[in-house]
């Protein structure tokens, strides 16, 4: 047979797959996810487990952790040294478990995240409480197995006399699993053992009056009990934890945060580094000074604020922004019978309660089987002592102790057991005072044993024993709880003027969509005049904002889309600067142009609204409340159909008339109150029946029946007529001619469209823009007052072959 022979083909799937499936069983059972018995992993057993061994408790001097550390790694953990040392380390560190289950002297590390000493450096031994998850282990409760090369024993599980898992809880990552597990009040705890012991149909709701939620050894404020409730019934939920703060008063007005507690598991030094930066980079105005006041007296971080700054604000912000609240997720996992499962918290103590039954059993047998040997020694040394002359009689006539012991047998009925604690019964034991001893001692036994017998034979009185033990750890272990809970969550609101440095600023936009932001000094200083501000050559100024930094601005394109941009985020420049191009602080595509700009300060000022108006003559009103967003992109404003576009947006109070004027000179008056409130999204209705080619160049707002309605055709021609001949129609009817086009061979034209129309009240400067690229101006005073369907008058110079393509309102 060759040597190939003797090996049988395999796909390396199939290879890998049950090797990984090996390796991911193993760390499940015997590296990351806790017992649910003893709530200990496999190298947290085995560190206090050699550590009682070895005689290292709490009644005994300290002893190095080097030696603990080797004790282990040679006899139950063949693993590197390093993760025996961390098991160590964590079980000394106060601010990681509820009940520290070693004792450690030397430096253990901090909250800050320093490591701990080396582990020639530091001693240890166990603390006094893990002494009560080792207690009765030597009385057979607890199965053993061999160790890693079958020198020795250890145990598969502690006895754990209060249910570790919950009091110190756990956090481990497997192979397809994870586990977190927060620590509990011991009280609570065995409490809530009690009460399911007495009544094993309790509810959770009932349960969760008697054990509240988790309790941090870091204390801190928990908030979700909704979130608890979820946990404690499937095994996840999520909670938020929020240090515990307080705002105190200093001289001068000042005030300053002062943080007592902060959440499980956040390390302090990154804490107050991340407040430190917040100052520094002013990401928000009003922070002095951040400070790390810990020290022997406790835990205590100061935050020092300017004078008249917002300290419940600032305290809002941080709290959103940085670790003095995080969530803490529940993911309840633990070994059961070999086996990875979630568990709710009445699943978790009830299969403590089973392990305890079985412990409390297990040392029962073992104390009933010493009560049952000893009894049985004593009953026959009593018998002995009655009859002590023939006894000794008996001794002396044999030859050697086994044939005395041979002849005790025979002769008078005793046990080999009692004939061997006969002879070896010392002299002093046969005074009067011995011998009503070991008749008390008898009688003692006889109780300890019908004691036992009771406890094995009935449930009732076991689950009594169980809960009279874990009620003696409760009174002398039990602590105050250190986390308070909140059935809420708390919605952090950090207001605008927090993070913002309130100013009144200009922000200027040009019709090639230039944008910047100026403060009014550098306005003030550049000579107070509006056009001087920077412009490319060839550009105009569109827009001048007179705003606050904290107000933003909603800007609509002729797609029907909408961005909101908060006016800090536009860039600074100075008045005389040009800016920067729109495209750089918001992404507009290029195929998509600004028709709008609306500066808002208030989102939910009640009676506001927006009002659409688009080429085709659809019209829209929308409340302004459903324009506020958080996003940065564009978002619907108004459904704008595929041949139609956005003309324009104006800010309602739903109680004036509105006036369309269209390119062909057809002009309509309607109560925007016609217009009913509806949906961000929705398209809109017919504001004006148009003609196939026609469509809308102007809406302007009328107040009742004052002013007059100007209206500029593309030869420049135009003509004022009085709002109160246009009187109010029903929405989406034809309307009414507003401007006389003259037509024919011999007759001059004054033009074939609109090109806008404004409602004039005083008079003001209207620019031109030629098609040639040259601007024009005129005062709305050079058109003529004359009636609806007249032709008007020339007021803008337009050379033959030339057309007006836009006007506008001069700032």
């Excluded at 040679?74 to 478990?97: C, F, L, T």
């Excluded at 756990?170 to 994870?178: E, K, N, Y």
């Excluded at 100013?503 to 509006?530: A, C, H, M, P």
């Excluded at 007529?721 to 009414?736: A, F, N, T, W």
Aim: net charge negative.
């Amino acid at each position: 047979m060759s040597t190939l022979e003797n090996f049988l083909p395999a796909f390396l799937e199939e290879v890998v797959g049950d090797r990984f499936g090996r390796y991911s069983k193993y760390i499940i059972q015997d590296r990351a996810i806790p017992d649910v018995r003893d709530g200990l992993k496999p190298v947290q057993r085995r560190i206090l487990y050699a550590m009682y061994d070895a005689g290292n408790t709490p009644d005994k001097p300290y002893r190095k952790s080097a030696k603990t550390v080797g004790d282990v790694m040679g006899n139950y953990h063949p693993h590197g040294d390093a993760s025996i040392y961390e098991g160590m380390v964590r079980m000394a560190q106060s601010w990681k478990m509820s009940h520290m289950l070693i004792d450690g002297h030397g430096n253990w590390g901090s909250m800050d995240d320093d490591p701990a000493a080396a582990m020639r450096y530091t001693e240890a031994r166990l603390s006094p409480i893990s002494m009560e998850l080792l207690r009765d282990i030597e009385k057979r409760t607890v199965q053993f197995k061999d160790n890693f090369d079958n020198t020795t024993k250890e145990p598969v599980v502690l006895p754990s006399r209060y249910p570790n898992l919950l009091v110190n809880g756990v956090s481990g990552i497997s192979s397809g699993f994870a586990t977190e597990i927060p620590t509990h009040n011991l009280r609570e705890v065995i409490n809530a053992c009690v009460e399911l012991i007495d009544r094993p149909d309790i509810t959770l709701e009932e349960l969760m009056g008697v054990i509240q939620g988790p309790d941090f050894p870091t204390g801190g404020i928990i908030m979700g009990s909704e979130g608890i409730r979820e946990a404690y019934r499937t095994g996840r939920g999520r909670i938020y934890l929020r240090g515990r703060t307080t705002i105190e008063e200093l001289r001068g007005g000042r005030q300053q945060i002062v943080i007592t507690e902060i959440p499980y598991q956040v390390v302090k030094a990154r804490l107050v580094t991340a407040m430190e930066n917040i100052r520094l980079e002013k990401k928000i105005e009003g922070i002095d000074e951040v400070r790390d006041e810990s020290g022997r007296e406790g835990l205590r971080i100061v935050v020092e604020l300017k004078k008249n700054a917002d300290a419940q604000g600032i305290l809002a912000y941080l709290l959103k922004k940085t670790d003095l609240q995080v969530s803490y997720s529940f993911n309840m996992v633990a070994i059961v019978n070999k086996t990875p499962r979630q568990l709710g918290v009445i699943e978790m103590l009830q299969a403590y309660i089973e392990h305890q039954k079985e412990v409390v059993t297990f040392r029962s047998r073992y104390e009933l089987e010493k009560a049952e040997d000893r009894a049985h020694v004593l009953e026959g040394l009593v018998k002995a002592l009655n009859i002590l002359d023939e006894i000794i009689a008996a001794i002396k006539a044999s030859k050697n102790r086994q044939d005395a012991q041979n002849n005790l047998v025979a002769q008078f009925g005793f046990t080999e057991r009692q004939a061997d604690a006969i002879l070896t019964l010392q002299l002093y034991r046969l005074t009067n005072l011995e011998i009503h001893s070991l008749e008390k001692e008898l009688k003692d036994i006889q109780k300890t044993i019908a004691y036992l017998q009771g406890i094995l034979g009935s449930e009732k009185k076991l689950l009594g024993v169980i809960k009279s033990e874990m009620s003696e750890i409760r009174d002398k272990y039990g602590i105050d709880r250190r986390s308070e809970i909140h059935d809420e969550v708390e919605e952090l609101k950090v207001g605008l003027e927090v993070m913002v440095t309130a100013e009144d600023v200009f922000v200027t936009l040009s019709q090639d969509g230039y944008i910047k932001r100026t403060g009014k000094l550098s306005f003030i200083r550049s000579g107070g005049e509006i056009d001087k501000t920077g412009l490319k050559e060839g550009d105009h100024l569109r827009y001048l904002l007179d705003v606050n930094t904290l107000e933003n601005l909603l800007i609509f394109t002729q797609k029907g889309q909408y961005y909101l941009l908060p006016v800090h985020q536009i860039p600074e420049y100075k008045w005389k600067e040009n800016g920067t191009a729109i495209v750089n602080v918001i992404p507009i595509p290029k195929d998509d142009r600004i028709v709008h700009v609306i500066p808002v300060k208030d989102f939910d000022e009640p009676g506001k609204s927006l009002l659409f108006i688009t080429r085709k003559g659809q019209v829209k009103r929308t409340e302004l409340k459903e324009y506020m967003t958080n996003r940065s992109i564009g978002i619907v404003a108004c459904k704008v159909g595929d041949q139609d576009a956005l003309i324009d947006v104006k800010v309602s109070t739903g109680e004036k008339d509105l006036l369309l004027v269209s390119k062909q000179g057809m002009a309509i008056r309607f109560k925007e109150a016609e217009v009913n409130p509806m949906g961000r999204a929705a398209a809109g209705v017919r504001g004006i029946q148009l003609k196939e080619d026609d469509e809308i160049v102007s809406a302007e707002w009328l107040d009742e029946d004052e002013g007059e309605i100007l209206v500029v055709s593309d030869l420049g021609y135009a003509k004022r007529s009085l709002v109160i001949d246009y009187p109010v129609q029903g929405r989406g009817g034809k309307g009414i001619i507003t401007f006389e086009f003259k037509e024919g061979k011999r007759v001059k034209s004054n033009g074939e469209e609109l090109v806008g129309a404004f409602s004039v009240k005083e008079p003001f400067e209207v620019g031109a823009f030629i098609s040639t690229g040259e601007r024009a101006s005129a005062s709305t005073e050079q058109a003529p007052i004359e009636d609806r369907k007249s032709p008007g008058k020339p007021i803008f110079p337009v050379s033959k072959n030339d057309k007006i393509t836009k006007i506008m309102k001069f700032l």
